[in-house]
Nanobody
Framework: EVQLVESGGGLVRPGGSLTLACATS????????MGWFRQAPGKEREFVSA????????FYADSVKGRFTISRDNVKNTMYLQLNNLKLEDTAVYYC????????????????WGQGTQVTVSS
């Protein structure tokens, strides 16, 4: 059974940092690109970042470029998202997902999702 479990969310002040983790099981992790999405209240789920199978390539939404960093550990079957210089508008539930095609930011190109972890940025 494919499982993705996010952790690391929390409450942080503007300008602060968090590291999210996505622990996976039930599939060959290093055979899949992976991604992060987020969903704020009342808004559609939006793409944040994705990383290739080995981790040499990645891309980001313009809104987080230069502030967030995606990475993966193919020994631990875990993906990470480092969130720096957080802004109020980064408040959302963050989801990790398994990609079915590389370099896509469309939710339809991701087939398995975690349950999400809440990130709240507030002063």
């Amino acid at each position: 059974e494919v499982q993705l479990v996010e952790s690391g969310g929390g409450l942080v002040r503007p300008g602060g940092s968090l590291t999210l983790a996505c622990a996976t099981s039930g599939f060959i992790f290093n055979s899949y690109a992976m991604g992060w999405f987020r969903q704020a209240p009342g808004k559609e789920r939006e793409f944040v970042s994705a990383i290739s199978w080995v981790g040499y390539s990645s891309f980001y939404a313009d809104s987080v470029k230069g502030r967030f960093t995606i990475s993966r550990d193919n020994v631990k079957n875990t993906m990470y998202l480092q969130l720096n210089n957080l802004k109020l508008e980064d408040t959302a539930v963050y989801y990790c997902a398994r990609a079915t095609r590389w370099q896509s930011s469309r939710t339809n190109d991701f087939d398995y999702w975690g349950q999400g972890t809440q990130v709240t940025v507030s002063s």
